[in-house]
């Protein structure tokens, strides 16, 4: 069984610390890896463009990902940033971010103080299927993740279509 917890995924990493991936994995005995599959601009779906509070027609940055475990492809992982946060910087370039596009958004003064997270489970489409590697119809787990920041602008939303077998979502919440 593989245990998820999206704390890691939202703190800033040390320098020279491995990605939140990369670490969970490991600690599970596991290799995890990534493959980036596309950064480019593009308008979001309706329901991204809304969790970052863009105009219909606003643009955004988008980097789509392929996360794999022991080789095999597990999530596919598309993360959105408002063009202007975006711009100009790492996450706008095909290319790793040294320490995570959540450290390079902190140097930038977006520290998550907020995260959304909308579980729903679905059979995967065709195409997501294909990349994946696995029947069409396959159960898959979508966690839809929005990030604020202290004064609660949304600065990325990220969707994640994972693969449901094996999975337990973790979560733990703290009153303030």
Not at 9 to 37: F, H, M, N
Not at 47 to 59: F, T
Request: charged share 20%; hydrophobic share 45%.
């Amino acid at each position: 069984m593989w245990i998820v917890s999206s704390l890691p995924y939202l703190s800033p990493r040390q320098e020279g610390q491995a990605d939140a991936w990369t670490e969970e994995a490991a600690q599970a005995g596991r290799v995890g890896t990534q493959r980036l599959r596309e950064v480019s601009v593009a308008v979001p779906p309706p329901d991204v463009g809304s969790a970052l509070r863009l105009d219909p027609e606003a643009p955004a940055v988008v980097r789509r990902r392929t996360m794999l475990l022991d080789g095999q492809p597990v999530e596919l992982t598309d993360s959105w940033y408002p063009a202007e946060i975006a711009g100009g910087t790492a996450l706008a370039a095909m290319g790793k971010i040294k320490g995570g596009a959540v450290t390079l958004l902190a140097s930038l003064g977006h520290s998550v103080h907020e995260a959304r997270e909308d579980i729903s489970f679905r059979a995967a489409t065709a195409d997501e299927a294909t990349t994946l590697g696995v029947p069409v119809e396959t159960p898959v787990i979508v966690l839809s993740r929005t990030c604020l920041n202290a004064k609660g602008m949304a600065f990325e939303a990220s969707v994640m279509v994972m693969l449901a077998e094996g999975r337990h979502l973790r979560y733990r919440l703290i009153a303030s």
